[in-house]
């Protein structure tokens, strides 16, 4: 029968022969910490982050939003104005606006949801 300190040992007698002692210097070239590559074209300049607009819910997102949220069925008679299309989708984010006018239909409706 072995005992548990044999396997212990072996190990550690694998891993001392594995070590030299000594540490390769580090390669100097391209990709290393330390080198000096050319400047050119593929320089980075500052970040040009394209536009990112606040997106709004469209009508059906947000009934269907607080019937999920509130088990509402009656939401559907929120009067909003109606959603700009465009090709036959009306979830455009450049387009979905808040107006003076949808938002004081937001007011009412959220007024309306508070009644209940």
Known sequence: MKTRTEPVLLVGVVAL???????DPLPRGPGSPDSELPRGEWECTEP???????RRLSHREYRNTVRDLFGWGDVEAAPFAPDPTVHGFDNE???LVVSP????QYMAAAE???EV
């Open 17 to 23: 022969l594995g070590c030299t002692g000594v540490i």
């Open 48 to 54: 040009l982050p394209g536009p990112s607009p606040l």
């Open 101 to 104: 006018l949808l938002a004081e």
């Open 93 to 95: 984010a450049s387009l």
């Open 112 to 114: 309306g949801l508070a």
